[in-house]
């Protein structure tokens, strides 16, 4: 069975840019969430998504955005990009009824210069 | 404001001894708490969880322990194996377990010596 999968692993940009990061869940599952996670911070709640409808989202500004589709496939936005956006993004799936218990892709790296 | 704490960022500990990895929240509507674990370049991965109605819950080696009235969380693993060593990070969140808006500590990085 396929893990969570996440693309691009790694990306560059620079500041002002923008930048959309891509999630598969594990199939079956139809809940994604999405984490910030930093060296200072840890892992911080951005979202998540159950059948296509945004169910909880985290203390970020409105810069930071996401959907999912029909086939539970989510994406994440982040508009005008900030040096402190620099961080390891993590998606997560899991199966309704097993909430918490999160199944995580290994991430996407964002550096911004 | 941290509401998940793990003032340890790091432990060593003998093959075959006890390892502790402790947790404390400040969020008294925290009901569900959770422990993961990180290897270098993977994924967080899900190793056990509790809910506020019980003390203890265990599964094979790994033993979570907690403490309303002091807001603390542990994890046990007994024996610790080399295996072992990654980066513990506990999750707390206040819906009952209903949703995956998890609240995660620092993290704490276990190395278990052969």
């Known amino acids: 069975k396929a893990g969570v999968t996440q693309t691009p692993r790694y990306l560059i940009k620079t500041r002002g840019q923008q930048v959309t990061l891509s999630c598969s869940p594990i199939s079956g599952h139809r809940s994604v969430s999405w984490y910030q996670q930093t060296p200072g911070q840890g892992l911080q709640f951005l979202f998540e998504?159950?059948?296509?409808?945004?169910?909880n989202k985290g203390n970020f500004p409105g810069r930071f955005s996401g959907r999912q589709f029909s086939n539970s496939r989510s994406e994440m936005n982040v508009s005008t990009l900030e040096l402190g956006d620099s961080a390891l993004y993590l998606c997560?799936?899991?199966?309704?009824?097993?909430?918490?218990?999160?199944?995580f892709g290994e991430g996407s790296r964002l550096t911004v210069l | 404001d941290q509401q998940v704490k793990q003032n340890s960022p790091s432990l060593s500990v003998q093959e075959g001894r006890i390892s502790i990895l402790n947790c404390d929240y400040t969020n008294s509507m925290f009901d569900y708490f959770l422990w993961y674990k990180k290897y270098p370049a993977e994924g967080p991965t899900f190793l056990i969880s509790?809910?506020?109605?019980?003390d203890k819950n265990e599964d094979g080696r790994f033993t979570v322990f907690l403490n309303k009235s002091a807001k603390h969380l542990s994890l046990h693993i007994v024996p610790s194996q080399p295996g072992d060593s990654a980066v513990y990070f506990c999750?707390?969140?206040?819906?009952?377990?209903?949703?995956?808006?998890?609240?995660f500590g620092t993290g704490t990085l276990l190395a278990v010596q052969p």
């Open positions: 509790i809910s506020s109605i019980k």
């Open positions: 999750a707390a969140s206040e819906y009952g377990g209903a949703t995956n808006k998890l609240i």
């Open positions: 997560a799936s899991s199966l309704e009824g097993r909430v918490g218990e999160l199944f």
């Open positions: 998504y159950f059948s296509e409808t945004q169910r």
